[in-house]
């Protein structure tokens, strides 16, 4: 008897059905095309990335924990980190592709699977504030002022990662 694996990117044999995951490139393209702003509740976002940044800065104020444990993790992390969020469903057929993407929050994103699919809210990609950047602008200070005094919640390199997702890492310099 053989087994079926879905990874990321792939496809289930002959079904032309893709996986739902959504990868780290794809995301940062959405959350930059929506300006870092939620299409369901309209408020600002901050990239979970740089929230882990000011959790290496400040740990004992904003713990992090990377699988969310419950009760050890604020809830700063749910209220304004982005998800990039399918607008058709992928049991609906939609793809994982950045024009079927959304920039939500975490909490809204949970709020809204509790929903029956007749009740769920229309995404609609509002006109954003050109001068929110989800902090992307002072990212790399984050990280550096967190090397520098904090405590490293991540991976050597992940910061560099991210910013260079970002299109950002001419601004990494000095960074692991």
């Excluded at 882990?52 to 700063?76: K, M, N, Q, T």
């Excluded at 509790?114 to 950047?133: K, Q």
């Excluded at 991210?162 to 299109?167: A, D, M, N, T, V």
Aim: charged content about 20%; proline content about 6%.
């Amino acid at each position: 008897m053989g087994r079926l694996s879905l990874h990321a990117g792939s496809s289930v044999a002959g079904t032309g059905v893709s996986s739902r995951q959504v990868s780290d490139r794809t995301r940062a393209e959405v959350f930059l095309r929506d300006g870092f702003v939620c299409s369901y509740c309209g408020g600002r976002t901050i990239p979970r990335c740089i929230l882990v940044a000011i959790s290496d800065v400040f740990p004992d104020e904003l713990p992090y924990h990377p699988h969310y444990r419950r009760g050890s993790v604020p809830p700063v992390y749910w209220e304004l980190a982005p998800e990039a969020d399918h607008v058709v469903a992928h049991s609906s057929g939609g793809s994982s592709e950045a024009g079927n993407l959304a920039t939500v929050h975490a909490m809204c994103n949970t709020r809204k699977s509790s929903l029956a699919a007749d009740a769920l809210p229309v995404i609609t990609r509002r006109p954003h504030d050109v001068r929110w950047d989800g902090l992307l602008s002072r990212y790399a200070d984050i990280v550096v002022a967190g090397e520098t005094a904090g405590r490293r919640h991540s991976a050597p390199g992940y910061h560099r990662a991210w910013l260079r997702r970002f299109g950002r890492l001419a601004d990494a310099a000095g960074i692991i």
